[in-house]
């Protein structure tokens, strides 16, 4: 039987290499979820690849091609219980080519810990950006701040760089929309206030950082809401059968329900559910689960399908009416444009076809009706055709479905919200 | 056809416009001339083969008919009195007479040297004008290979000048991270890289199929992905060595759909510069940057602020949709004087709304032949756009397909389109 304490799902961001993989490692490990001879196995054969330090990024990275390259590629999740919190850990990948797995692992979070390297010449850099403005607009609520690397700051442990580091982020979270973060310096290569206070900064007298975890507020659970699973993975096993993953945003499963994947248009019955190898008889918002689905097959689905009971199917859009903030965008936005939406576990091509008015951002008065383009720092209403079919929800009706990510040439470029939308 | 300016541009145009033109002329009978001339051919060798075929059409049974076709034989050959030699090129006639309203025909003649050379002589006397060996010429000559490839999806497609076309995309069955983690099994690793081989394969075999039978047309290959798959597909043997010949550089791309190869092409325009998308890419990119600033800076568009700015002599870039609508028609009534403009010719004869008279036409006016006339009198420079590129979308459907970068503004003068 699963654990009894709220849980929670917490992913690491933060631009590549600044200790994200790591962190997770050394989390689970000092709580002795990994034992101490893995992480000696792993030093010794990272070592031998020319991929020394590696050992505790290790953990999470398990890919031949991510141990190879010393480089997160794709999500990998992990539980973990703190006394409080039934954790699941999401480590997102931080190289800019991988920003779209990253949204992927963002969508399931309720929290996340943007990971910061304080050494010279690192800090505050792109992805920091972007993921911090990722984890906002996916309606990630809160945030914790780890100033990482701490043992490799000129002089080390340096709570002058601390500060500086800090001031950036602080700046940073502002102009986005995080009000009160907490800020921790950490060494997550070293284990300096991770879980313990460190002695090699007595200056800071804050909480460590698994103090800082168990400060997260409890997230609602949206349990009254039609069942949603966006899928983000499938998996078939032997003896078992077809397994989709994904976490539940609203409603409640249990085995036994009657579930429709769209769009992909398959059915099935719910066998059994499973959330880190421990059996459940009924999974809720924010469970990051696996269920086994009788009359799937495993092609039948991907990610970006989501599940929900046969009386109240997710909905799947002809085109919809949204809300859009461009954020940065090299040249301007106009009618015909097609990137790509990232909606839940879903990324498809759109295409932007009517732009109907700009707003004032003070107060959401109409600027302009059908103005021929929009550019960076604009807020606007469009209407937009999905190149393929796509599930997203209103988001008065269920948020957690209606908010999105837009991206194209390797940027993200703007986030909305669906406010209205045509079913096919 | 008698090319008003030396710019390669607008003669492509130009030639483009008139083969569309030709392609919907028809005879009543068989007797419309196609006459393909060789830079090589000697001009008194093309009279005597005329000669001939005057006498034998002179055995033609119907009256008009024959009358027809030796009339255009005839001009054929007082046209041929003013040349020496073929121009470099060569040199395609078209003449004959043409249907036009009821059971009229007009007689009509487009004499076309064309962008590059004619290759083998011949003549044709059709119901219609042949144009396919010049409309060949119109065929994209810049192809590129495209490959965008991770384990979990790979795309293949080609450049075509500006356009991108999509051979196929496909999704391996690679199984991802273990879900949930826990001890790494060797078994399970080794499953998945016998399924990734397998799928490289399969991808490796799309491209080479696709690239192949094309490969001395294309260009250059270029190959993208996220991280460090594509060095590997590219290192191992999975493409032909004729088209790993032809890649030339490996680009970071995020993603492989195609948006991917979209991101593959804006990577590639990026660092080789003599490609034509990367020039149109430039171009447009002078002409955002200033749209972008708050003013609207020195960017003006539409074809009122265009035509108001090239008259002032202001327009320093003019940068021209080739897919606009391009042909203004006028017509006027006879009897009431009122008139009448088209932006197409209309499928039936226009009558007059007031007194149901049938219109005159009395203009026919190409809008970037116009525009490009008035532009390179000012001294602007002048590029046409093609409507297939991101940025040349952007230009036709946002900006109307005309958009302007001034030299200067005098905001007393111009109206600001913001
Ligand atoms: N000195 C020092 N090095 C660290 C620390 N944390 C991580 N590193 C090193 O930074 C490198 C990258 O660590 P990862 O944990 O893989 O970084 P990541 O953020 O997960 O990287 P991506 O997932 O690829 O974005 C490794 O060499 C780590 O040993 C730290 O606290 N101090
Ligand atoms: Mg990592």
């Known amino acids: 039987m699963a654990s009894q304490k709220p849980h929670l799902n917490l992913i690491t961001i933060g631009h590549v290499d600044h200790g994200k993989s790591t962190l997770v490692g050394r989390l689970l490990f000092e709580h002795g979820e990994i034992p101490a001879h893995i992480i000696e196995e792993y030093r010794k054969e990272a070592e031998q690849k020319g991929k020394a330090t590696f050992e505790f990024a290790w953990v999470m990275d398990r890919f031949k091609e991510e141990r190879e390259r010393g480089v997160t590629i794709d999500l990998a999740h992990r539980k973990f219980e703190t006394d409080k919190y039934y954790f699941t850990l999401i480590d997102a990948p931080g190289h800019r080519d991988f920003v779209k797995n990253m949204i992927t692992g963002t969508s399931q979070a309720d929290a996340a810990i943007l990971v910061i390297s304080a050494r010279e010449g690192e800090g505050v850099m792109e992805q920091t950006r972007e993921h911090a403005f990722l984890a906002r607009t996916l309606g990630v609520p809160q945030i914790v701040v780890a100033i990482n690397k701490m043992d490799a700051t000129e002089p080390p442990f340096s709570e002058k760089r601390f500060n500086e580091v800090k001031a950036d982020a602080e700046k940073l979270l502002k102009t986005i929309g995080y009000k009160d973060a907490t800020f921790v310096p950490i060494s997550g290569y070293k284990g300096d206030n991770v879980t313990k206070p460190s002695p090699n900064m007595p200056w800071y007298k804050g909480p460590s950082l698994l103090q800082a975890l168990d400060a997260f507020k409890v997230p609602e659970k949206p349990i009254n809401k039609p069942l949603r699973v966006p899928v983000e993975d499938v998996y078939s096993i032997t003896g078992i059968g077809t397994v989709p993953v994904g976490r539940v945003e609203t409603g409640v499963l249990k085995p036994g329900d009657k579930v429709i994947f769209l769009p992909a248009d398959k059915q099935g019955d719910v066998k059994s559910i499973e959330m880190h190898h421990e059996p459940l008889q009924q999974a809720e918002p924010g469970d990051n689960i696996g269920f086994n689905v009788r009359g799937i097959a495993k092609n039948d689905i991907k990610r970006g399908d989501v599940c929900g009971h046969l009386d109240s199917p997710p909905t799947v859009v002809r085109a919809f009416t949204a809300q859009i903030v461009v954020l940065n965008h090299p040249s301007v936005i106009a009618p015909g444009y097609k990137p790509v939406f990232h909606v839940h576990t879903a990324q498809v091509a759109c295409k932007i076809d009517e732009i109907v008015r700009t707003l004032n951002p003070k107060d959401g008065t109409t600027l302009k009706d059908k103005p021929d383009f929009i550019k960076t720092g604009d807020i606007a209403i469009v209407k937009v055709i999905p190149d393929k079919p796509l599930v997203i929800e209103k988001v008065s009706e269920i948020p957690q479905l209606g908010r999105f990510a837009v991206r194209d040439m390797g940027q993200t470029v703007a986030a909305g919200q669906c406010i209205d939308l045509e079913k096919r | 056809m008698y090319f008003m300016a030396d710019d390669e541009q607008i003669r492509r145009y130009e030639f483009k416009r008139a083969l569309e033109e030709l392609s919907k002329l028809h005879g009543r009978g068989t007797e419309l001339i196609s006459l393909y001339i060789p830079p090589e051919k000697q001009i008194s060798d093309v009279v005597a083969y005329l000669r001939d075929e005057y006498s034998t059409s002179s055995n033609i049974k119907s009256k008009s008919t024959r009358k027809n076709v030796l009339a255009a034989i005839e001009s054929i050959m007082s046209r041929l009195k003013y040349y020496r030699f073929p121009p470099p090129n060569g040199l395609v006639f078209f003449v004959g007479h043409i249907a036009t309203r009821g059971d009229q025909t007009e007689m009509y003649t487009k004499i076309i040297e064309p962008p590059e050379p004619i290759t083998t002589f011949m003549y044709k006397c059709d119901s219609e004008f042949h144009t396919e060996m010049l409309k060949a010429m119109l065929d994209e000559k810049e192809i590129y290979g495209l490959i965008v490839i ?14 991108i076309e999509v051979v196929e995309n496909v999704q391996s069955q690679v199984p991802s991270k273990h879900h949930q983690g826990g001890q ?24 080479n199929n696709a690239f192949i039978p094309r490969i001395k047309e294309i260009r250059a290959i270029f190959l993208g992905g996220p991280g460090a798959t594509k060095e590997y597909f590219f290192e191992k043997d999975y493409l032909r060595n004729e088209v790993k010949d032809k890649i030339k550089d490996l680009f970071d791309v995020g993603y492989t759909d195609e948006s991917g190869l979209r991101e593959l092409v804006e990577k590639a325009s990026e660092s080789i510069k003599d490609m034509k998308i990367s020039r149109e890419k430039d171009l447009m990119d002078r002409f955002l940057r200033e749209v972008k600033k708050p003013d609207g800076g020195l960017a003006v568009y539409g074809e009122k602020a265009i035509r108001d700015a090239l008259e ?11 897919g606009i609508r391009r042909v203004k028609y006028t017509y006027k009534c006879p009897t009431c004087g009122e008139e009448k403009t088209f932006s197409e010719e209309p499928s039936e004869w226009p009558v007059c709304d007031k007194d149901g008279t049938p219109l005159e036409l009395i203009g026919e006016d190409d809008m970037i032949e116009d525009l ?9 420079q002048v590029e046409i756009i093609s409507d297939q590129s991101d940025e040349g979308k952007l230009l036709k459907q946002a900006f ?16 600001n389109v913001m």
């Open chain 2, 150 to 163: 991770d384990r979990k999806e790979a795309t293949v497609g080609f450049l075509n000048g500006t356009r």
């Open chain 2, 184 to 207: 790494s099994s060797r078994r399970f690793e080794r499953l998945i890289e016998i399924a990734a081989n397998e799928f490289f394969k399969k991808v490796g075999e799309i491209a």
């Open chain 2, 312 to 322: 002032q002599k202001m327009v320093d870039l003019l940068l021209i949709s080739e």
């Open chain 2, 372 to 380: 490009y006339k008035l532009a390179k009198e000012s001294g602007a």
């Open chain 2, 400 to 415: 109307g397909g005309l958009a302007a970068v001034l030299r200067f503004i005098r905001k007393d003068n111009v109206q």
